[in-house]
């Protein structure tokens, strides 16, 4: 078979400058964990040499490392997520109480509330399993006497654990969690005979948070009738219980004060905590604890109409309950309806005491079995206030540059709501998983970031943002001016394609961002590479590295592109690679997957000029005026701006890049979109060619056969290994092939 041939005519316009600078931009992702490994010579790493070399070889760090000297070396970023807290607390949830406390804002101003009962559809049962939303309290354990630091009974129950074995001694049980609770599930595996219990709170704390005074409960119903049955044990609501420690935060491990094992509260966490005390005589017989649950406030309802399948077509696995309420029958605005209150509220469909039991919740779509997610008041004025002052801290003492968002898309849309019934939520006045709650939302969110910008000035607020084009109506126009640093995670593919849902003639977005002075992390893949599709070899490695890295220059902007090579999934970190990952066992992951070397020729500067005789490539974006659109063209690689109706007053500006069809078929898909192509563009000391298809991941272009092309004058190829070839007068190129050509 013949090679296709492209003779290029036109004369040279780039000459030889002195030395620059590697033009790539290299920056890592959620770098950590790391471990004793090796480099590709084969040479033996420790775990500290592993994070020397990231730090030497890359130039922002979108994650964070352990030790605030190694972030103080290079510009690192943590995480945040402003659009929810937990109810299980942890450090922030934590850091943010204390605000709201020092400067009388209440807490639970910080939530969105259901007004009104609601129904919605879970659809990942394991989310929340081991938190709240599952009836479990954050800590459960015992003591042998009152310096006793605790057994904790993390195991899960059924238990047979002899919870009052030094009854005498002041051993006794414990039971924390983050919100107040007016009742426990009590199961025993051994009944008590004889004796009497008791369950206490925290009713004075000193100046550190730690319990001085503890006071009994008033016992409504003791339905365990003297723990001789499994059952609920309620108590009249106190209104001097306070969120306490029980550790003196030192960090002692014995002596401070009870901790059982968790870090939050021996370092000062403060939790709502009840302590139940049994005493009996000799003759008598101790009860032993089974397992301890939770009000059942999140309860699965059973629907006989509901569909099975949520609108995406996801599984419905069950639906869930989360009660209104009736704010407005909180005569002394104590977040807490007394029975009084409750009977007499105007919502009767508002069924909730407690305020925090009406917290939006989006059940079955958070993370995972830890996740006890609770959607924030992110438009309300003090959260910004406290927020700002919590991560202010944290990112001083870590070292850090700012911090990003990892899940951008989760807010309060039918991608995280499917509602059966109700649904209102009392701070917006809108139903959670419509269109109108979606865009208020998304516009509070971008509100939000910027005006935590606006107060750490010069910190990187960063954002992980979808493929598609910000702009288009797949994209997430919100974010536009949201942040500073954007990572499009699992981007590029060796297999990119022209257009289609994403592609390279739709990546104008991030010269739209790098003209406001944006940053923008490109990350590119395996999946659909020739590793996925012809196997797990070097060679299919390093082609890959190539073609990702030779796309990613064809939008790099100097200064605000930044380009970052992972694997085929979403699981990161600085271990060693494996043979399912990489071709060689026991590298360290970042040391195996960027294409360093590749990244090290010296491209010099973008030269935002094409050879003449040659045509720029169009820039397409998804439309919906006039009617939807795919490939509506609104520039080219040559325009400072583009314009359409659906872009934000008719018109945003761009940066050029000067892509070119150095080769396009006659055959086209869409107009100016061919079948297939060779793009390029110049920089001062080279060109980058990528060869690919108009919608990419297409496993057969792979064999497609060569295109020749004759250069106008000759050029160095770099192979895949980094190394500069002798001067040639014509290159072959396969399928989705990358090339660096230097002059």
């Known amino acids: 078979m013949k090679n296709k041939r492209l003779a290029l005519l036109a004369s040279g316009i780039c000459v030889m400058l002195p030395t620059l600078t590697a033009v790539a931009g290299s920056a890592l992702v959620l770098p950590g964990l790391h471990e004793p490994s090796l480099d590709l010579q084969g040479r033996t790493l420790s775990a500290q040499d592993v994070i020397e070399w990231e730090i030497e070889h890359s130039e922002l760090v979108f994650g964070a490392y352990p030790s605030r000297s190694d972030n103080e070396r290079t510009q690192a970023v943590g995480y945040m997520y402003n659009q929810k807290l937990e109810l299980n607390s942890g450090h922030i949830e934590n850091q943010l109480r204390h605000y709201a406390e020092e400067h009388d804002v209440d807490y639970e101003d910080f939530f969105l509330h259901f007004a009104e009962d609601t129904i919605i559809a879970e659809v990942d049962p394991s989310h929340g399993e081991n938190t709240l939303l599952n009836r479990k309290p954050m800590i459960v354990g015992y003591t042998a006497n009152s310096d006793h630091a605790g057994f904790w009974l993390y195991q899960s129950p059924p238990w047979d654990a002899d919870v009052f074995e030094n009854h005498h001694n002041g051993g006794a049980l414990y039971v924390y969690h983050s919100e107040m609770f007016d009742r426990l599930l009590l199961k025993f595996s051994q009944f008590a005979q004889g004796g009497e219990f008791s369950i206490e709170y925290p009713s004075a704390v000193d100046s550190h948070g730690q319990v001085i005074e503890w006071s009994k409960f008033d016992i409504k119903k ?10 609920n044990v309620i108590w009249h609501m106190p209104s001097d219980w306070i969120r306490a420690t029980t550790h003196d935060g030192s960090g002692a491990t014995y002596g401070g004060g009870q901790y059982f094992g968790s870090t939050f509260v021996r370092d000062g966490g403060r939790l709502y905590v009840v302590r139940i005390r049994w005493q009996g005589d000799e003759e008598d017989t101790r009860p032993r ?278 694997n085929n999934g979403f699981i990161y970190g600085s271990g060693k690679t494996t043979a399912d990952n990489f071709w060689q066992s026991d590298v360290a992951k970042n040391i195996a997957y960027q294409p360093t070397a590749l990244q090290a020729i010296d491209l010099g500067e973008p030269a935002n000029a094409i050879p003449d005789g040659f045509q720029p490539i169009p820039l397409m974006l998804s439309t919906q005026t006039p009617a939807p659109a795919d490939y509506t063209i609104v520039g080219d690689s040559t325009s400072n701006a583009v314009f359409h109706a659906d872009l934000p007053n008719g018109m945003v500006e761009v940066l050029p890049t000067y892509v070119y069809f150095l080769y396009q078929s006659e055959q086209q898909v869409v107009q100016g979109g061919p079948q297939e192509m060779v793009l390029a563009r110049e920089f001062t000391n080279g060109r980058v060619l990528y060869r690919t298809d108009f919608f990419g991941r297409n496993q057969d272009y792979y064999s497609a056969e060569p295109i020749r092309i004759t250069l106008e004058q000759p050029m160095r190829p770099v192979d895949g290994q980094g190394n500069i070839g002798n001067y040639v007068n014509q290159i072959e190129i396969g399928g989705y092939q990358g090339m660096i050509l230097l002059y």
């Open 222 to 231: 003791d339905k365990t009738l003297n723990m001789t049955k499994n059952q």
């Open 289 to 566: 604890l089974k397992e301890v649950k939770l009000k059942n406030t999140f309860s699965v309802v059973k629907l006989d109409d509901a569909p099975t399948h949520t609108p995406s077509g996801r599984e419905v696995h069950a639906w869930r309950k989360i009660r209104g309420f009736d704010a407005t029958a909180d005569l002394n605005q104590d977040n807490y309806l007394s029975w009084t209150e409750f009977k007499n509220r105007n919502h009767k469909n508002a069924t909730a005491r407690f305020r925090w039991e009406s917290r939006v919740i989006p059940f079955g779509r958070m993370w995972n079995q830890a996740s006890s997610w609770a959607v924030t008041n992110i438009a309300h004025p003090q959260f910004l206030d406290a927020m700002h002052s919590a991560y202010h801290t944290d990112w001083a003492e870590q070292g850090l540059n700012g911090a990003y968002n990892d899940d951008t898309n989760k807010l309060i849309g039918a991608n995280q709501f499917t509602v059966y019934s109700g649904g209102l939520v009392t701070e917006l006045g809108l139903v959670v998983d419509s269109e109108e709650a979606d865009a208020l939302y998304k516009q509070q969110f971008s509100g939000f970031l910027n005006g935590l910008a606006e107060r750490q000035s010069g910190a990187l607020i960063g954002l992980n943002i979808g493929t598609a084009n910000l702009y288009g109506r797949n994209g997430q126009s919100h974010l536009i001016e949201a942040g500073s640093l954007y990572l499009r995670e699992h981007y590029l593919f060796p297999s990119t394609g022209f257009s289609g849902y994403a592609g390279i003639a739709k990546f104008w977005d991030n010269s739209a961002l790098a003209a406001q002075e944006r940053r923008v992390i490109f990350q590119a893949t395996t999946r659909y590479g020739r590793v996925q599709y012809l196997g797990n070899t070097a060679a299919n490695w390093q082609q890959d590295q190539y073609s990702t890295l030779a796309a990613y220059y064809l939008h790099h902007h100097p200064q605000r592109s930044y380009f970052n090579q992972w």
